[in-house]
């Protein structure tokens, strides 16, 4: 049975959005709460794994260089999407 992504989702869309808005302590919030979220996800789907994996270096070299506006678009415009495609494609 394919996880629930719709945890990581929303979570990296809220991280996204409080990024953007210069609420980096909300978006830190958020982006904690999709880490725990997509975590056991990628354990279970090797295929999802596969396609969300080479975006997690970008997304944590930008986090360590504070730059929370890459990270919002990584979590937006590439990570949320693949969560979207596997979850519709049912794993």
């Known amino acids: ?5 719709e945890p990581a989702r929303a979570a990296a869309l809220a991280a996204a959005r409080s990024f953007r808005l210069g609420m ?3 978006g830190n919030e958020a982006f904690v709460a999709f880490v725990d979220a997509v975590q056991p996800a990628l354990a279970a789907s090797p295929t999802l794994a596969a396609a969300v994996s080479p975006l997690l270096g970008p997304l944590l070299a930008a986090q360590e260089r504070a730059d929370t506006l890459r990270m919002a678009d990584l979590l937006e415009f590439e990570i949320r999407p693949r969560l979207e495609e596997k979850s519709s494609a049912g794993g």
């Open 1 to 5: 049975m394919a996880a629930d992504l």
């Open 24 to 26: 980096d302590a909300q």
